[in-house]
């Protein structure tokens, strides 16, 4: 029973969902709606669930001294004091009533003087490795990686305005072959293709999943059934 | 140990240290690279250009402070030039940390540019909502279900740029700034397609490449990374000089971004060329010694 009304739910708000799509017409359109609006309700109670599950998992982590345990308690500090300065707007110059995010707070100090330039640093990092990385391993052992590599050159210097001023002493004859161009060029056709391949894939890869999921063929979002 | 093979073993500290220089250097001796907005990006200028004024557009801080390097100078550019239009603007995220990208803009650059824009009546920020692209869905079909208040709590009746916006296709365009998942390509799927309202914006250069098969059809216009945000700022420029004395952010760090690309190219070409010499270095030792 604990496996067959979640199955039961699953397949008629699926059901519902795919024909509330194509029919406009009552009750589909209602139920619709009403699919829409349970589920931007459902998705706040998400938070709390991640909540839970990143303090079960780093108290855990603390407990048994599993390795690295110290990050699990800068992890934990950071998340209860972030979440009880912001819930119950501690420092916050409005009071309860006051902006979440007002100029002066706690929150937005939080926000502006520890989260902003973390965030910056830790993704300014990718310039330093993929410079690093594309040192190493770019290189042009087969035909497959040589045109790697070149659409790479030409992307890297089309995307500047060096690579306009490199090949801007070409005829207008030649304009295409300017690297700005090219570089559009690989960006509007190769690439578009690929990409296209790829979102066709996916989106038979989910059309098929969705269908398995809603005849309860595809059941491993239930759990084991401990 | 032969020069190819001391190239190609060099110290990544020292790699790491060219990227420093290429990065500092250009910061502090400000170079100008003249920038020309690319079709792509012209056409979403054009698109906001063309509104009449009092339009209401819906500007989503798809993003966080990680690629607010990128996104901000476009988030900038557009405002500047929605208000300069005398557009209505609605801020929205789908992003939590959106909020905080939100603020830096009605915050810092709206009272100091536009003293005579007020919150509420040219602009509102109507902050963030869960649900990643299961939002916009809801915003879709029953658009006051999910968005009924601005961010602190105000009824929207009770705004007089809200009052009467009842549904999604109450907003003549929508614009996105993009960092991943949710962001564009939701906005295009869930909002552009379904209820027809023209979807444009930006995103990161590692987002960008994605988006490219949705346009021209689905997707108006695309600023792809800082050159995207700096092609825009250049016609807004163009069009409207008295922002040429203002700080363009994305056409100044252009500087760093254009030497650091040329550093990676010559670094892929040396490591290229010390392998190609080391490899027929290698061939013509084997074939000494096969003699």
Redesign the interface.
Known sequence: MRRRIPLIITFIIGVVLITGYFVTRGPFNTL??SF??Y??II??F??ILGGGSLLKIHLKRVSSRAADWPYSVVTLVAFLVTLVIGLFKVGNPGGMSG???A?GSWL?FM??GV???L??T???LL??F???A???A???RTKEATIL?SA??VI??G????GAWMTAWMPESLAFLEL?NLA?WI??WP??AG??AI?IGIALGVIATSLRIILGIERNYLGRGE | MRIPDSI?R?D?RI??L???AA?CIPLILKPR???SP?PIVQSIFDTVERLPAGSRVFLSFDY??????ELDPMAKALVRHTMTRGHEVSFFTLFP?G??QI?KIT?NLLPVEFPDKAYGRDYVNLGY????G??I??MV??FR??VNAD??GTPLDDLPITADVDEMVDYVIILSLTAGDPGLKEWIQFAGDIAGIPVMGGGT?VV???L??YYPQQLVGLM??L?GASEYESALVDRYPTYRNATMEATMR?GP??V??????L??????LA??LGRSDRRNRAGRTGQ
């Open positions: 619709y709606e829409s609006d589920f931007a998705t706040v998400a938070f902006e979440i995010l100029s937005r926000f502006d989260y902003n330039p965030s910056a830790m993704f300014s310039a330093f993929v410079a690093s594309s040192y190493r770019f290189r042009a590599l790479a050159l890297l210097l995307r500047t305005p060096v700005p559009n960006m509007a690439n578009t990409q296209r979102m | 190609l060099i990544r790699i790491f060219l990227i420093g990065v690279f003249q920038d690319t966080g402070p990680d690629t607010a390097p940390e909020v905080g603020k915050d909502k869960a649900g990643l299961g939002a869905n809801t079909v029953n279900t999910l961010a602190e250069a960008a490449p994605e490219y098969p792809g990374g050159k252009m971004q254009v650091t690309h040329v550093l990676i190219v670094l892929v070409l040396l490591g290229n392998y190609f």
